[in-house]
């Protein structure tokens, strides 16, 4: 099955920093790359995703790149705020009938004022 | 806009108890899914369905079963509750088996004592 690898475990970074959260996984088949942002308490929020045909994508101060001959998908977040700290979560899907997400163990940003 | 609606959002039980969860997908959404989130560790697929039936199985314990109904809702049955099932519980929901993007759910917080 899928193996995602998620690094580094936390991450602290100051205010207007930028954070870069770096993801690798086994399964050359997985097409979809999806990430969460998980405050504390709260159900995984979708941020942002890219798909196995699109090298990069970015929604304003988030981007997410990936690398399919290495097998590693990154989160880019520009100008960070207080409101970013959370714990963000990579995963991966395949294209078969199911549509499950393995996750990566998460990272814990903590944007310093 | 309308999201995920998952109940009751704490449950306490004791052990070798019964737990049902209760999940509602966003309206229009025909594929849900339930995964569960240990303490500090990443969500871990249980279970999805597609149009009422089962679509795909993860790591579900034999004493779980899950089901979902004509209206879309999903619930999930646990029987003879163990210490160790004490864990965050979320149902996501999709658009279409087609469809990647899945949108959690606040999550149920379930506690064996």
């Known amino acids: 099955g899928e193996n995602v690898e998620q690094h580094p475990s936390t991450l602290s970074v100051q205010e207007g920093d930028s954070a870069v959260i770096k993801c690798t996984y086994s399964?050359?088949?997985?097409?979809?790359f999806p990430w969460y942002k998980q405050e504390l308490g709260k159900g995984p929020q979708l941020i942002i995703d890219i798909r196995s045909n699109v090298g990069e994508k970015k929604d304003q101060r988030i981007a997410v790149t990936l690398n399919k001959t290495a097998k590693h998908f990154s989160l880019h977040i520009t100008e960070t705020q207080p409101e970013d700290s959370a714990v963000y979560f990579c995963?991966?899907?395949?294209?078969?009938?199911?549509?499950?997400?393995?996750f990566g163990s998460g990272t814990q940003l903590t944007v310093l004022p | 806009a309308a999201g995920v609606i998952q109940s009751p959002r704490h449950l306490i039980k004791e052990k070798r108890e019964t737990a049902t969860l209760k999940c509602y997908p966003i309206p229009r959404h025909d594929t849900v899914y339930w995964y569960q989130q240990g303490p500090g560790q990443d969500p871990q697929f249980l279970i999805s369905?597609?149009?009422?039936?089962?679509?795909d199985k993860g790591s579900i314990p034999d004493r779980f079963s899950a089901q979902q109904f004509s209206d879309y809702h999903s619930e999930l049955n646990m029987s003879s509750l163990e210490l160790g099932d004490s864990a965050l519980y979320f149902c996501?929901?999709?658009?279409?088996?087609?469809?990647?993007?899945?949108?959690f759910g606040p999550g149920t917080r379930l506690t064996v004592t």
């Open positions: 399964d050359s088949a997985s097409n979809y």
């Open positions: 369905f597609y149009e009422k039936m089962q679509s």
């Open positions: 995963a991966a899907s395949t294209s078969g009938s199911a549509r499950q997400l393995t």
């Open positions: 996501a929901s999709s658009q279409g088996r087609g469809t990647y993007e899945q949108y």
